[in-house]
């Protein structure tokens, strides 16, 4: 028989009745370290006083008013994001599959206003993955998100990810209008692009006119050390998905846009009832608040650095269960020799929570705030793990 909640997920059974920073806490009081945050939205850890503080002081006041009114949680959130980014202009979801449906409206509006309304086909990546949707599984494209859902929507070309020859090529076809792209990939696998080839992806873009579709939801909100990951190359995009971190644990998402980007976006074209509710836009801009203050980049990046050698350690100790390490700032892969699923499991024996991805790896995403004692005994309990796979290993 179908259970109550629908089955889309293959679960765990471990479940949790509180968090407290870097902790996630079972009702027997089983405390686990918590290297997941939740797949990178606890940017700032279980229960930070100043989000509880932005939600219960918002809650006190109001809760909803809808987009009929202007809402000045929403105006207070879209000009800090709008002061420290790229972006004119913001839109507010509740979710980043969200932001990826109206970043392809927005890029298909922008080619009608422009004329050119035969440019809707956006170049993607394989191994992306942009959310749920019907628009964001065609995206990606992969079998695994499509397989059973179509006919799926028109207007999106998948590339093998690193065919600077096939990108190339693709780029000059007439109908492309735009390139979406994760920095840094998440699901498929903690795949960095680096920095010369976002540098070459945004010279492709200005060279046909494209617009260049940047997905920061996983990777976004200080997560790789700096407020968003392609600021490490230099340059900017057009369009940005944001999610996950911008809300703390609450649930929304934002698409960020240049002027000109979003110049078909006029009254009537696009609304969500809850997108850009009092309540989520206060804890986002506690959230903002807190990244954007003096020093909290750096500490990240510190933090990053001492994690990254700790993880160096663990793969040096354990070469038959893990392959090596790759990421940036507190968005971490291992590459696993070992099943990456039997490692998390056996994370779970030993109370600190890890999340499976694409290519055998291991995701590790601690809050943002972890300290540096927490980064050293997550990665002890990780070797407990490594220690009893590898015995299973041994052992068959
Ligand atoms: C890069 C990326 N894009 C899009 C999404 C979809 O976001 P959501 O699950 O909030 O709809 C995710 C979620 O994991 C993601 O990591």
Redesign the pocket.
């Known amino acids: 028989m179908i259970s109550p909640v629908l089955p889309s997920y293959n679960r765990s059974k471990l479940s949790f009745v509180k968090g407290e920073g870097s902790w996630m806490i079972e009702a027997d009081g089983r405390r686990f370290l918590d290297f997941g945050s939740g ?2 939205v606890m940017a700032l850890g279980h229960g930070h006083p100043a989000l509880v503080r932005a939600l219960t002081e918002q809650a006190g006041k109001l809760w909803h008013t809808s987009n009929l009114y202007t809402v000045p949680e929403q105006e207070a959130l879209a000009s800090r994001l709008v002061e420290h980014t790229f972006a004119d202009t913001v839109f507010f979801c509740n ?4 932001a ?1 449906e109206l970043a392809v409206k927005m890029a298909r509006k922008y080619w009608y206003e422009s004329g050119a309304p035969e440019r809707t086909t956006i170049l993607t990546f394989e191994g992306a ?4 949707s019907i628009a ?1 599984i065609s995206a990606a494209g992969s079998e695994k998100l499509t397989k059973g859902f179509g006919p799926l929507l028109p207007g999106f070309r998948q590339l093998p990810f690193g065919d600077h020859d096939a990108l190339r090529e693709a780029a000059r076809d007439p109908s492309v209008g735009a390139i979406m792209v ?1 920095p840094l ?3 498929g696998g903690i795949r960095l692009l680096p920095d010369v080839c976002l540098k070459g992806l945004r010279d492709l873009c200005d060279e046909h006119g494209h617009l260049l579709i940047l ?1 920061e ?3 976004g909100v200080g997560r790789t050390g700096r407020l968003f990951a392609h600021e490490w190359a230099g340059i900017a995009p057009d369009i940005m ?1 944001v ?2 971190g911008i809300g703390g644990g609450y ?1 929304i ?1 934002a698409l960020l846009a240049t002027e000109n980007a979003a110049k078909g976006m006029t009254a009537g074209t696009h609304g969500s009832t809850y997108g850009g509710n009092p309540l989520g836009c206060a804890v986002g801009a506690a959230v903002m608040d807190e990244i954007t203050r003096d020093g909290f980049l750096e500490e990240v990046r510190a933090k990053s650095g001492f994690l990254r050698q700790k993880l160096e350690g663990l793969v040096a100790a354990h070469p038959d269960v893990f392959e090596g390490v790759r990421g940036a700032g507190l968005m971490l892969g291992l590459k696993c020799k070992a099943p990456n699923t039997d490692i998390v499991a056996a994370g779970y024996d030993a109370q600190v929570l890890t999340v499976p991805a694409a290519e055998n790896v291991l995701r590790i995403l601690p809050a943002l705030t972890i300290t540096e004692d927490e980064i050293a005994e997550g990665v002890a309990r990780l070797d407990t793990a490594a220690v009893a796979v590898s015995r299973k290993i041994a052992a068959a």
């Open positions: 797949i990178a979710s980043g599959t969200e990826t993955f942009h959310g749920r964001a994760e990939q998440g699901e997905d939801i996983q990777c998905m999610a996950k649930p998402g």
